[in-house]
Structure formats: C-alpha cells, structure tokens
C-alpha cells in the first residue's frame, strides 16, 4: 500500500487495506443477499453433505498422516473435525499458544479421548527478539499485505510443519459469525464501522474522532475525498442488517481472515477454511440457520448453536459429551433450551470460569513498541502525528489487547514495509 495520509487514514478505520474492494463488482455477498432474499429451501442434511463434500475433494488420495486441523475448545472446528472423523480420516490437530488457555486445554483433551496427534505450537512467552523475528518473515512473506498481528501465527504455522509436514491444512475462519452475527469489537476494525452502523454519531464526526485517535489529521479536501472513499465500500452504503452481511463477507471473511490463509499456504500446499467456501455460503443462506433469517426472533440467540450440534450428532456423536470451551457441551443444548440456559447461565455468570487468551500482548510487547516507535521514519510521520503519538503511548493506560495496540503499531508496521523495501 502506497505510503499517503488517504491510504493510512482508510486502514486506520478499518484494520485492513480495504482498497481493493473499492467498487469491485460482484461481491460474494451480493448473491448471498439474493440467497436471503428467496425461500428456505436447504435442510440441515444438505449443508451436512455440502461440508463433507468439501472435505472428500480436498483429501482425495491425501494420507492421514499429511491432513492438519487447526482445533480449538469452540463448535466450528469441532464440525469440521466431526466430519473428518466420520469419513474415517484422523487429522493432525494443533493449538497455539499459552498452555492455560481453555481452547488449548479443550483441544488437547479431545485429542488425548480420540488418539488423534497433537501439537501446541509456538507456546513458549514470547519477547520482543522473537516477535520481531517474525513480524519481518510476515511481512516479506505476504508482500505486506499481512499486518504484523498475525506473526505469531507465522510462528505456529512455520514450528508445526518443521515438525509434522503437512499437505492439506483446515481451518474454521468465520464458522460462527453467519450463525450467531456479527458481535462488535475493535479487533477487526476500528469503532468507525459500529458507530456509524449503529447511528451512534454522524458518519462525519464519527470520521473524525477515528482518524483523531489514530493520530492522522487531514484537510477538508482530504476528508472530502476519504468520505467518498469510505462511501464506496459495500458494507458502508446498505441498510444496518445488509451492511453486516457485508461486512463479515467482504471484510472479516475475505480481507481480514485470508492473511492466514496466505500465510498458512505458504508452508502448506492446500488450505482449507471450510465457512469461507462459496458452496457452503450459498447453502447456509439458503437454510433457516442464516443470522439474517433469524432478526426478528427476540430468542434467536438460543438457536445459534442448534445447526452444529444437529451436524455433530450426524457426523459423529462421541463429540457431543466433550465440553466445550464455554463450559457447556453440545449435548447440553440437545437436552432442551431450559438446561442449555440453566448450564450456561452458571457457567457465564455464577460459575465465571476464568480463561487465559492464547496469545497476549503484555510487557514485551509494551517493549516491543517503545523501541521500534523510536525507530520509526520521518516519511511515515508526515502521515501520522508523531508528539500525540508519543504524548499517548507515554500517558495512556495500556492493556493487553490486540485491537487496542492498532493504533500504536499501525505506523510501525508501514515502517517495516517500507524498510523490508515493499512499498512501490
């Protein structure tokens, strides 16, 4: 991405460098939103035998022993890792990360009940020596179209497959969001696209208050220019429901998600994310299990987990008993919606069991930042203000994760691109 105050000031609002969807026609989701539009007319059986068809045209001929699984404690890789069971293959699952954490946990144990090879990878505390290691391979292995977020990823990716060679690796990107919808946060993108989707404030304020906490100031003609820009991205012109359609699809899913997927090919040969599959997407909407079907149920919440538990009974019971890392099981939502609320209200607010994240971003990382900020060009900071920079990361209370540091780490990563020489 070419290093200018417009195109800093977009990936500031959105995490990503999202001018490739500038009017790019046909999204995904325009034939998702006409799929919404007509009857249910796909059963649960259907999008059962759409997964496992995905599954037997990317094994064909594979051996066990070279198909991976990125497991974790939640239902979209447990579906997935149900329907490889259920065609008789036994992948080799991984985690990644802090042993404490319950995915890693959950993970383990389902491997350990199955006989299934395990690994947790790149789990040992990480320091910024290391981190930096890795921030430079992402990059230059994704021609910086990676954010320096995903390098401990590269890690995990890059230790598994020293030990264990794969050639077929699946993946659960984007498994639960068109289910359940799309829960806010600042991990995909800045508050810019709730608060103008949720008509908190004026898209124009709201423009300015974002660009102000990334520490980029523009002229009017500048702002009247990125407000076009902004206007012409598809989940920014639709109606509240729509946009969220389109921005799980076309961001989430196809921007935000598809780092890993580059950077995992790039060490394995076929890389699979099962959801992000257009057949799958195309049976989903067309069943009632879709979020969009779902937005006049006051309750729907308590339907999002019925279509997996449905799909894992099918495929392959043993799972159902397996707690999950919420710390209900499956076969808890099957017992009826009064035991599902009772388990999950324990577990959630009496119970609160505590949960360690996989990868955190604590006093190495707070390193990490002050010595490469200090570092940092004086052509990137004609983009960025460098004294409210500074004046904020010396006075501002840090926290942990990775949606906060966006802003502090967004010049620093242009920086690396541009020392790595990957800037035109």
Same mark, same amino acid.
């Given at each position: 991405?070419?290093?200018?105050?417009?195109n800093?000031?977009l990936?500031?609002?959105?995490?990503?460098?999202?001018?490739?969807?500038?009017n790019?026609?046909?999204?995904?989701?325009?034939?998702?939103?006409?799929?919404?539009?007509?009857?249910? &007319?796909?059963?649960?059986?259907?999008?059962?035998?759409?997964?496992?068809?995905?599954?037997?045209?990317?094994?064909?001929?594979?051996?066990?022993?070279?198909?991976?699984?990125?497991?974790?404690?939640?239902?979209?890789?447990?579906?997935i890792?149900?329907?490889? %069971?259920?065609?008789?293959?036994?992948?080799?699952?991984?985690?990644?990360?802090?042993?404490?954490?319950?995915?890693?946990?959950?993970?383990?144990?389902?491997?350990?009940?199955?006989?299934?090879?395990?690994?947790?990878?790149?789990?040992? $505390?990480?320091?910024?020596?290391?981190?930096?290691?890795?921030?430079?391979?992402?990059?230059?292995?994704?021609?910086?179209?990676?954010?320096l977020?995903?390098?401990?990823?590269?890690?995990?990716?890059?230790?598994?497959?020293?030990?264990?060679?794969l050639?077929?690796?699946?993946?659960?990107?984007?498994?639960?969001?068109?289910?359940?919808?799309?829960?806010?946060?600042?991990y995909?993108?800045?508050?810019?696209?709730?608060?103008?989707?949720?008509?908190?404030? &004026?898209?124009?304020?709201?423009?300015?208050?974002?660009? $102000?906490?990334?520490?980029?100031?523009?002229?009017? &003609?500048?702002?009247?220019? %990125?407000?076009?820009?902004?206007?012409? %991205?598809?989940?920014?012109?639709?109606?509240?429901?729509?946009? $969220?359609?389109?921005?799980?699809?076309?961001?989430?899913?196809?921007?935000?998600?598809?780092?890993?997927?580059?950077?995992?090919?790039?060490?394995?040969?076929?890389?699979?994310p099962?959801?992000?599959?257009?057949?799958?997407?195309?049976? @989903?909407?067309?069943?009632?299990?879709?979020?969009?079907?779902? %937005?006049?149920?006051?309750?729907?919440? @308590?339907?999002?987990?019925?279509?997996?538990?449905?799909?894992?009974?099918?495929?392959?019971?043993?799972?159902?008993?397996?707690?999950?890392?919420?710390?209900y099981?499956?076969?808890?939502?099957?017992?009826?919606? @009064?035991?599902?609320?009772?388990?999950?209200?324990?577990?959630?607010?009496?119970?609160?069991? $505590?949960?360690?994240?996989?990868?955190?971003?604590?006093?190495?990382?707070?390193?990490?930042?002050?010595?490469?900020?200090?570092?940092?060009?004086?052509?990137?900071?004609?983009?960025?203000?460098?004294?409210?920079?500074f004046?904020?990361?010396?006075?501002?209370? @840090?926290?942990?994760?990775?949606?906060?540091?966006?802003?502090?780490?967004?010049?620093?990563?242009?920086d690396?691109?541009?020392?790595?020489?990957?800037?035109?």
């Open positions: 991405m070419q290093p200018n105050k417009l800093n000031a990936f500031s609002l959105f995490h990503h460098d999202v001018s490739t969807t500038l790019e026609e046909p999204h995904l989701s325009d034939k998702l939103w006409n799929n919404l539009q007509k009857a249910v &007319s796909i059963s649960e059986n259907e999008i059962g035998e759409e997964i496992l068809a995905i599954i037997k045209r990317k094994t064909l001929n594979i051996p066990n022993q070279e198909i991976g699984l990125t497991l974790t404690g939640g239902f979209d890789s447990r579906v890792l149900a329907a490889l %069971l259920h065609l008789g293959i036994k992948p080799i699952c991984f985690t990644y990360g802090d042993e404490r954490n319950r995915d890693i946990q959950i993970a383990r144990n389902i491997c350990k009940k199955l006989g299934l090879t395990y690994f947790n990878v790149a789990n040992t $505390k990480p320091t910024k020596e290391w981190y930096l290691k890795w921030v430079d391979q992402t990059i230059n292995l994704d021609e910086g179209n990676a954010h977020h995903r390098a401990h990823r590269t890690a995990a990716i890059a230790e598994l497959t020293e030990i264990h060679p050639k077929v690796l699946f993946t659960g990107h984007l498994g639960g969001e068109n289910i359940r919808g799309l829960s806010y946060n600042d995909f993108a800045s508050p810019f696209f709730e608060d103008f989707n949720e008509n908190k404030l &004026s898209k124009d304020e709201n423009l300015r208050n974002q660009l $102000k906490r990334y520490f980029i100031e523009l002229n009017e &003609s500048e702002t009247i220019q %990125l407000m076009e820009m902004v206007n012409s %991205l598809p989940w920014m012109t639709k109606d509240k429901n729509r946009n $969220k359609l389109y921005f799980l699809n076309e961001l989430v899913g196809k921007i935000h998600h598809n780092q890993d997927i580059r950077i995992y090919s790039k060490f394995v040969e076929t890389v699979v099962v959801y992000l599959q257009e057949s799958y997407l195309e049976k @989903l909407t067309l069943s009632k299990h879709h979020f969009m079907r779902k %937005l006049d149920k006051k309750v729907s919440f @308590l339907e999002h987990p019925k279509l997996y538990c449905q799909l894992i009974s099918k495929f392959y019971p043993a799972l159902l008993d397996i707690e999950l890392s919420n710390g099981a499956p076969k808890d939502f099957l017992k009826g919606n @009064l035991n599902y609320i009772v388990k999950r209200i324990w577990q959630k607010y009496i119970k609160k069991i $505590k949960n360690y994240p996989s990868f955190s971003y604590n006093d190495w990382f707070i390193e990490f930042v002050n010595e490469k900020s200090k570092e940092i060009s004086d052509e990137i900071w004609t983009i960025y203000n460098k004294e409210l920079y004046q904020q990361l010396n006075s501002t209370e @840090l926290k942990t994760n990775e949606g906060f540091w966006h802003k502090f780490s967004n010049p620093i990563f242009f690396l691109i541009n020392k790595n020489k990957l800037l035109p």
